[in-house]
């Protein structure tokens, strides 16, 4: 069977920014079986302090290897204990839990990479294994601030387009990414798409854009979550968009309503991995439950951790949606 | 040799660890770690008439050794479990417990009735103890009278073994479990989770949607088994004890202090192998101690 409760040996736990740290892990049978959008569950403390697991997103997959990653941030007690571990020792893991991303395997096509704070580490494996399917990959990352952001090296290294945002503005667009996604797809609508789904055209692998942050948008107004009417009478009809095929999106709600708004006014098929507040990441506590809106329109609340966490954009039911 | 086989008012079963009602679903999700045949009964998910969304988010929250939970019944209702769950359970050789939550005394004996002669169905679990949702659910378990009510409605359609599940949030547990013996019922089942809450002092709320929800995990074990001893003493009835347990040593409390078996909650959302651990770890303790059997040590601690 697929899950390794066996735990994993900790290589390394380092500082990526303040407060922000890297784990890599090695945990060979986790991470064969291990697919980008699945997540972990890891036991911090002994004598339930904490009582629940943790759930991260892995954040790299290196099957060869046998290696895994996990990001985090320290915000409560059970993350400072996290950061204070030594490489060497014992790590009672549980995964790889949730259903994860999927792709298109045959026809090349281009991908935009969309995160919001954490919600970056699920997307990281997920740009390598599009990368590898001779995918195209923009990526736009956002943030509270430049240290907030991260993977930036690994999406450049991979040949991906970056764009970023930072809403205290200390680094790209100032304000929220979806600004910059907006603008992309704008661009894209402009130039016709199937000029630009041309056969072969800017797909090739190790020949599309350059790597690296893109910081041209850095003037640009702050972008809020409400602007865009998204499926608002009217809005909701769009262009399309000749720039990107597929969007995914991981990050916290009010994030993933902007995105999907874009989603459906550019109508683009969209992949969204919801974070909420979870109990056992096995589907058995219902704590993680979210409304979702079926093909039938009917609303049903699903788990998260079981039934997603990558669910299709046009099924998350925000309650402030119209 | 040492045999786990418990027997309870007509209920036989292998061993004496059972996953509880709320921390197992239907028993899928944990199929993939070990086969639903493994624990000694799945008492489902709290079953009700209709099916029902549950409450909003968030529905949990973690505490001291523990935590807090407000899903408010989630869940497909009697009529899917029939269709769609219980005959997969049936299949898997899992012996199944329904757990059933009605509105009224009226709705008990329907959800009761639905569930007459179902195939593969091993005893009824009445619910007169939710915390998390509003009419019905908890207001029957904490008044004699009524939990008596429900019973005998139970009752009425259940051939099977007819377990009662109590509430801890009752000045005198003893007075409801001996109301509901009287009733009818066959086995306790004690105890549901405890009323608690939780603030966010930095937004100065509530944390759980429903503001107060249920309390379980190894931070609610003293009180359970104080209630399973007391109960024990007073009435003549086989007892499921039920309240943090997480480990073989805290089953064994459990037993020493007059339970016939014990069930597996929130050590199922910490531990997907918790039920088939506490199985090995109970029998490995009993051949070290020098038992053959669960009754053997069975209210050894009782006064």
Redesign the interface.
């Known amino acids: 069977?697929?899950?390794n409760?066996e735990g994993a040996f900790l290589e390394k736990n380092q500082s990526l920014a303040p407060g922000l740290y890297e784990m890599t892990l090695l945990a060979p049978a986790l991470v064969a079986a291990a697919r980008p959008g699945q997540f972990v569950m890891l036991?911090l403390g002994e004598?339930?302090?904490?009582?629940?697991?943790r759930p991260f997103g892995l954040a790299g997959i290196a099957a060869g290897a046998g290696r895994c990653q996990i990001v985090y941030r320290v915000v409560g007690e059970g993350t400072a204990q996290m950061s204070r571990w030594q490489a060497g020792r014992q790590v009672d893991i549980?995964g790889p839990l949730g259903n994860g991303f999927t792709w298109p395997g045959v026809e090349p096509g281009r991908a935009a990479l969309v995160g919001g704070g954490m919600g970056i580490a699920p997307l990281l494996p997920l740009a390598q294994a599009l990368r590898q399917a001779g995918h195209q990959v923009s990526a736009f990352l956002g943030g509270a601030s430049l240290d907030r952001l991260f993977g930036l090296g690994q999406l450049g290294d991979l040949g991906c387009r970056a764009q970023i945002a930072t809403e205290d503005g200390s680094a790209g667009f100032a304000g929220l990414i979806t600004g910059p996604l907006e603008r992309y797809l704008l661009a894209g609508a402009g130039a016709g798409r199937d000029a630009v789904a041309a056969p072969g055209a800017d797909t090739a692998a190790g020949t599309d854009h350059a790597a690296g942050t893109d910081h041209a948008a850095a003037a640009g107004p702050r972008a809020s979550a409400d602007a865009d009417p998204g499926g608002g009478p009217g809005a909701g009809i769009g262009p399309g968009s000749g720039a990107v095929d597929i969007v995914y999106a991981c990050g916290p709600m009010p994030f993933l309503r902007a995105v999907t708004g874009l989603c459906r006014r550019f109508r683009l098929p969209a992949q969204v991995s919801l974070e909420?507040?979870m109990?056992?990441g096995?589907?058995?506590?219902?704590?993680?439950?979210?409304k979702i809106k079926d093909a039938s329109g009917t609303i049903?609340?699903r788990r998260i951790c079981?039934d997603g966490p990558v669910f299709d954009g046009k099924e998350v039911f925000f309650l402030d949606q119209p | 040799m040492t045999s786990l086989e418990v027997r309870l008012a007509g209920l036989t079963l292998p061993n004496p660890v059972l996953a509880a009602s709320g921390a197992f679903g239907f028993g899928r999700e944990f199929a993939r770690y070990y086969p639903p045949s493994v624990p000694g009964a799945i008492m489902v998910k709290g079953l009700t008439l209709a099916p029902r969304a549950g409450n909003d988010s968030p529905r949990i929250a973690e505490t001291p050794a523990g935590m807090l939970n407000s899903i408010g019944l989630q869940n497909p209702g009697v009529d899917a479990f029939l269709r769609e769950e219980l005959p997969w359970l049936k299949s898997q050789g899992a012996r199944v417990i329904a757990n059933i939550n009605g509105h009224s005394i009226a709705e008990f004996g329907e959800i009761a009735r639905r569930l007459e002669g179902a195939d593969g169905l091993s005893a009824l679990e009445v619910n007169i103890s939710c915390p998390n949702v509003s009419g019905g659910g908890m207001f029957f378990g904490t008044d004699p009278r009524l939990a008596a009510q429900v019973t005998e409605a139970v009752r009425e359609h259940c051939a099977l073994p007819l377990i009662v599940k109590l509430s801890p949030n009752v000045a005198d547990i003893v007075a409801i479990a001996r109301a509901v013996a009287g009733a009818g019922a066959d086995i306790l089942s004690l105890i549901n989770t405890v009323l608690g809450m939780a603030i966010d002092i930095k937004t100065r709320r509530p944390i759980l949607a429903r503001q107060v929800g249920g309390l379980s995990g190894p931070a609610i074990k003293p009180i359970a088994l104080r209630m399973v001893w007391e109960t024990a003493q007073a009435v003549n009835l086989p007892i499921i004890a039920m309240g943090g347990i997480v480990s073989p040593a805290d089953a064994a409390e459990f037993f020493l202090a007059g339970a016939a078996a014990v069930a597996v909650g929130a050590g199922n959302f910490i531990d997907p192998h918790c039920v088939p651990k506490i199985i090995s770890g109970l029998e490995r303790w009993l051949a070290q101690e020098g038992y053959s059997s669960i009754s053997e040590i069975r209210g050894l601690a009782l006064p």
């Not at chain 1, 004598?47 to 697991?53: E, I, K």
């Not at chain 1, 589907?283 to 439950?289: D, I, K, R, S, V």
């Open positions: 069977m697929a899950e409760t036991r004598n339930w302090a904490p009582f629940l697991r549980l909420e507040r109990g056992c096995l589907g058995a506590c219902m704590g993680c439950a979210v049903q609340q079981y």
